[in-house]
């Protein structure tokens, strides 16, 4: 019997699956392999939230399987040395897997490579399924990438995505190849309380419910803090358990304002993609360095500690950091200011910021984080690298109400209306009745004068 084995990495669904389906088309049986890999945790990738909702969505993947006539093996180790010992279990001849754009994904497909033809057998890496074009597919001509978003929007979006492939309806599975058991998600400590399910069922039907009640209006209401109404899929397309391609299709068949509004996201997402596959030293260096003297580690460690806790005494703020603290996730808009906040205002090396999402995130890419941090910190692919979000601006634009705030701060849920935005303003005897902190930095005073004040030139 023909055996192929398909490692799933990212990309975690059976809907629109081009290295399943290629698999299947070739193969009598097939092997769909996870492996959970030590290295990720050595560098600190496998934080709580990330590692319960992948344990959802092995499990789902797995129910998914069985539907038809399959199931999910899942071993632990190096992945190299794994995916060869299920081959000779399997007597399998090749491997599928999905092609990826960080140092670390690269790398593995470099060593299965050479292992894999030094034992005879061949490596398949399909592009297109973690992202809906892949990296290299659309480049100006004096260069492996493009540098700016905007020229890249208008060749993405002039290309073809790949069609788009239903799920198989059997998976054959050699019974005899073992698998460790699924891990669980109650097993995991350390998870954010409102961390959402994971999975490809999951997945889906939020992705149903945002077809039909929210992507038409994503332009208008994507900034609205309070309103909630961005479509949280950032997770499903991080495991891989939506495909992007599917959404780029599903979306532009909409033909709204909003649908296309939801689509150029999603090509922000390709584009950090193809900027990391081309320099995926950036996910630790600055793309373009312009000589930031960032505040030692040491002399911040205050203010970096009241970022982090959702203490600063900038409500707007202090509700994203505490949204992140309670689901894991965070919105958009409040991703941007709380960035800017750290790097422009306190001066803070964008990587210590970075790192403390990664941690938290659970749709913690790393070239969405890192490339949208660089981009925050003027590091990054921005063409306004001086960029400054002002807290109190940006809460009284896109949280006119307070609403936000009072959610997430409910130290403040008795100041009406957009006072909640600035309680330092209240008379002493009645800002007291508030256990909420005093300001860790007064913008009034502007950036120079809070610089200074701390030795930086």
């Known amino acids: 019997m023909n055996t192929s084995v398909v ?16 698999a299947l088309a070739r193969a009598d049986a097939v092997v769909p392999l996870f492996v959970k890999d030590p290295a990720i945790e050595a560098i600190g990738f496998a934080g709580p939230n990330r590692e319960a909702f992948l344990a959802d969505c092995l499990a789902d993947l797995d129910r998914r399987l069985r539907d038809r006539g399959g199931r999910l093996v ?12 299920v081959m000779r279990e399997a007597d399998a001849d090749e491997v599928h897997m999905a092609a ?3 140092r670390y994904a690269q790398t593995r497909e470099r060593r299965l490579h050479e292992a894999l033809e030094a034992d005879g057998h061949r490596l398949h890496v399909h592009d297109a399924v973690v992202t809906a074009l892949p990296p290299g597919a659309v480049t100006p001509t004096n260069s492996d990438h493009f540098a700016v978003f905007t020229p890249y929007l208008r060749r993405w979006s002039a290309q ?64 609205d803090l309070a309103g909630d109404a961005t479509s949280k899929l950032s997770p499903h397309l991080h495991f891989g358990t939506l495909s992007c391609a599917e959404l780029v299709h599903r979306a532009r068949a909409r033909a709204t304002p909003g649908a296309e509004d939801f689509v150029r996201q999603l090509c922000w997402r390709d584009f950090h993609h193809q900027v990391l596959a081309a320099r995926p030293r950036t996910a630790t260096a600055d793309y373009r360095t312009r000589g930031d003297r960032w505040r030692s580690p040491e002399s911040a460690a205050r203010d970096i500690r009241a970022w982090q806790e959702g203490r600063t005494g900038y409500p707007i703020v202090d509700a994203a950091m505490r949204q992140l603290l309670h689901e894991g996730w965070m919105h958009n808009r409040g991703r941007l200011l709380t960035a ?21 995130l659970v749709d913690g890419d790393i070239a969405n984080n890192q490339l949208n941090w660089q981009w925050m910190a ?44 600035e309680p330092w303003k209240l008379p002493g005897p009645e800002r007291e009745r508030y256990d909420y902190p005093e300001r860790i930095l007064e913008l009034a005073y502007g950036l120079v004068r809070f610089k200074r004040a701390r030795g930086i030139d």
């Open 7 to 22: 490692l799933f990495t990212s990309d975690l669904r059976v809907h629109d699956h081009p290295p399943l389906r290629a």
């Open 74 to 85: 899942v071993r632990a180790g190096d992945p190299v040395d794994e995916v060869r010992a």
């Open 100 to 102: 990826g754009v960080s």
């Open 160 to 223: 073809g995505v790949r069609p788009v492939l239903g799920a198989p309806r059997t998976v054959r599975v050699p019974d005899h190849v073992r698998s460790r058991p699924l891990p669980a998600r109650d097993d995991i400590t350390g998870i954010s309380p409102g961390l959402a399910r994971g999975g490809e069922s999951e997945g889906r039907r939020r992705w149903q419910a945002w077809l039909r009640d929210g992507i038409d209006r994503y332009g208008e209401r994507h900034d």
């Open 340 to 360: 800017s906040f750290l790097t422009k205002t306190l001066y803070v090396d964008w990587r210590v910021g970075a790192r403390h999402f990664q941690r938290l």
């Open 378 to 421: 003027g590091t990054g692919t921005d063409s306004r690298p001086n960029r400054v979000l002002n807290p109190v601006l940006q809460a009284k634009r896109y949280d006119p109400e307070g609403a936000y705030v009072r959610r997430w701060v409910p130290e403040l849920a008795g100041l009406p209306g957009p006072a909640v935005h």
